[in-house]
């Protein structure tokens, strides 16, 4: 006896047939590295992408290879990423929060990070280079701000990275933004030259480099990346390039106050020098340079660009610390410039005595200085012409005469 045959088969066999499809599919995207985002075009996930927040990205990016794959698609789009970096900076409302900007650039930092992650280092390198561009072209703030963001975005990206990678990501950065030759410039001429390039490798170098560097070390490997290729003249000019006095103000940098006899008025004095002694002490400590080669920079630092007067030699050297300021009086001494040294150790005392400080500091620098003379006569030396300085000044002092008083 034959089985009934259903009435309506065709539906029959049709409902069938779109039950395994379905099924079908979803086993597919269940499959899918991308899950059910495997069935919708890019365009609409890009759009998807643009009302997720940066962090959500950034965690989106390290679930899957796939998706990280995606957001880096969208990332590298021109058009798309120029809207949503639109969108983000235009809701962070840029003249009225800026440290919301500062962060939102650490999160633009972090994002590429991860989405970049199993990249080679030299094709993440290329595509923070552009990733940068784009951002210079979208947000619009003053300069040095945008330098700082930079910086912020730049210490995010390379964090965690060997000193290796850190040195290609920052050889890339110098050419990307065209500092190295403009550096090359400011140093094969006279100070003052060229005094906007001289101000912006100033503030590009601070900002993006050192303000926003993780630690010391990474402080001082930063450093080393930026002095090393250079010789010792060179080394010291970029110093003070970096960390010399400046005319904010005005963006330039101020060559001439080191070496002008004008009294200064003490406390902003020592606060032009603290970031050149900062640096001076972070150099000590790096393993990759000498007491000696320091010493040398020091010694040409003060010279550059002109002979710096003493008592500003005696501030940087009062700031530096007692390892670096007895290396650097014990060189002077033992080139038999014992009047230099006598100088300045008036001079330190006259600034320790006006910034209230303890006088033993200087007393155990001297005794130390007298133990590394070779022999009597030079100790001798050295601490007469002490109490002769003092005695010029002493001098000098009563030649200056009052002030008028206002009738």
């Known amino acids: 006896m034959k089985e009934p045959r259903p009435k309506n088969r065709r539906l029959y066999l049709s409902g069938s047939n779109s039950c395994l499809a379905t099924h079908h599919k979803q086993n597919y995207q269940q499959a899918s590295p991308l899950g059910f985002f495997d069935s919708l075009p890019h365009e609409l996930i890009f759009n998807i992408f643009h009302f997720a927040s940066t962090e959500d990205l950034s965690k989106l990016s390290i679930s899957s290879v796939a998706l990280s794959h995606l957001v880096r698609n969208f990332l590298s789009c021109k058009s798309i990423l120029k809207c949503f970096l639109w969108s983000k900076f235009s809701h962070t409302k840029l003249n009225a929060r800026w440290h919301l900007v500062d962060r939102l650039f650490t999160e633009l930092g972090l994002l590429l990070k991860r989405s970049t992650f199993l990249l080679p280092t030299r094709e993440r390198l290329v595509l923070m280079g552009k990733f940068t561009t784009k951002i210079y072209q979208v947000i619009n703030v003053e300069k040095s701000h945008k330098l700082f963001c930079l910086g912020n975005f730049y210490s995010m990206f390379t964090k965690g990275w060997s000193q290796k990678e850190c040195g290609w990501a920052f050889k890339m950065v110098m050419e990307h933004f065209k500092i190295k030759s403009k550096l090359a410039t400011v140093l094969t001429s006279a100070p003052g030259t060229f005094p906007e390039i001289e101000y912006e490798i100033r503030t590009f170098l601070c900002h993006v480099f050192v303000t926003n560097s993780n630690n010391i070390t990474e402080h ?28 904010t103000d005005n963006g330039l940098v101020d060559w001439q106050e080191m070496s002008s006899p004008l009294p200064d008025t003490g406390i902003t004095s020592m606060d032009n020098c603290s970031s050149l002694a900062l640096a001076i002490k972070i150099l ?124």
């Open 284 to 407: 000590f400590g790096q393993s990759s340079w000498s007491e000696g080669s320091v010493n040398s920079v020091l010694k040409e630092l003060t010279d550059c660009p002109q002979e710096w007067t003493t008592r500003n030699v005696a501030k940087l050297l009062l700031l530096c610390g007692e390892a670096i300021c007895f290396n650097f009086v014990v060189s002077i001494a033992l080139n038999g410039k014992m009047r230099e040294v006598a100088n300045i150790f008036v001079t330190l005392s006259m600034i320790i005595k006006e910034e209230n400080l303890q006088m033993a500091w200087l007393l155990n620098l001297v005794h130390r200085v007298c133990r590394s003379l070779k022999n009597t006569h030079d100790i001798n030396s050295l601490l007469d012409a002490i109490p002769e300085l003092y005695k010029d000044l002493t001098v000098d002092l009563q030649e200056i005469p009052d002030a008028e008083e206002p009738s």
């Open 220 to 247: 001082g490997l930063y450093l080393e990346f930026i002095l090393k290729p250079y010789p010792l003249v060179h080394q010291a000019k970029i110093l003070y390039l970096m960390h010399g006095p400046a005319d």
